[in-house]
T-cell receptor, first 115, second 111 residues
Framework: EAGVTQSPTHLIKTRGQQATLRCSPI?????VYWYQQALGLGLQFLLW???????NRGNFPPRFSGRQFPNYSSELNVNALELEDSALYLC??????????????FGPGTRLTVT | QKEVEQDPGPLSVPEGAIVSLNCTYS??????FMWYRQYSRKGPELLMY????GNKEDGRFTAQVDKSSKYISLFIRDSQPSDSATYLC???????????FGKGTRLSVIA
């Protein structure tokens, strides 16, 4: 069974540009979570999508947005990039039904570098 | 004070040692506690989870939760070089609330 996939692996952008990151969860997983893992800050929750709806949002500005498609894949958009947006962006999927199903399966991440 | 505190290490131990990894937290509403392992250039993978207080054992791994002290631990027995990774604690208030992660502890097990 294929794991969670994320693309691209690396992304280099300049300040002010927009970045689009993509995630495909494991087949059967309907919830997608996005995290930012910046150096020295640990994983910080960004967004949670379930069945196409935004369920929860972390403490990030509105220029971080996303969506979930009918096939449960997801896209994270970061507008007006700032230098401090440089980080590893991780996507995770789960079935979201009970504690065991809330186990989140992570992808390998997209390394975003803003220059 | 951050909601979840975790010593970043690095922690270096000889092969076969018992490793103790810990997190403290400030939010007494946390009910679900998890430990993830993250190898270099990979996403985290769930090692263990517990609900509320108590111990849970899985092979060489034991997770402990002490809600009265707001303290959780992960013990690794007979540590192996393949255990070398970053270990992240995570917790949530309910199944509908996001996980709050510690910063992770880097562990090196030396052969």
């Amino acid at each position: 069974e294929a794991g969670v996939t994320q693309s691209p692996t690396h992304l280099i952008k300049t300040r002010g540009q927009q970045a689009t990151l993509r995630c495909s969860p494991i087949s059967g997983h309907t919830s997608v979570y996005w995290y930012q893992q910046a150096l020295g800050l640990g994983l910080q929750f960004l967004l949670w999508y379930d069945e196409g709806e935004e369920r929860n949002r972390g403490n990030f500005p509105p220029r971080f947005s996303g969506r979930q498609f009918p096939n449960y894949s997801s896209e994270l958009n970061v507008n007006a990039l700032e230098l401090e947006d440089s980080a590893l962006y991780l996507c995770a999927g789960s079935t979201g039904l009970n504690l065991i199903s809330y186990e989140q399966y992570f992808g390998p991440g997209t390394r975003l570098t803003v220059t | 004070q951050k909601e979840v505190e975790q010593d970043p290490g690095p922690l270096s131990v000889p092969e076969g040692a018992i490793v103790s990894l810990n997190c403290t937290y400030s939010n007494s509403a946390f009910q679900y506690f998890m430990w993830y392992r993250q190898y270099s250039r990979k996403g985290p993978e769930l090692l263990m989870y517990t609900y509320s207080s108590g111990n849970k054992e899985d092979g060489r791994f034991t997770a402990q939760v002490d809600k009265s002290s707001k303290y959780i631990s992960l013990f690794i027995r007979d540590s192996q070089p393949s255990d070398s990774a970053t270990y992240l604690c995570a917790m949530s208030v309910s199944l509908d609330t996001p996980l709050v992660f510690g910063k992770g502890t880097r562990l090196s097990v030396i052969a």
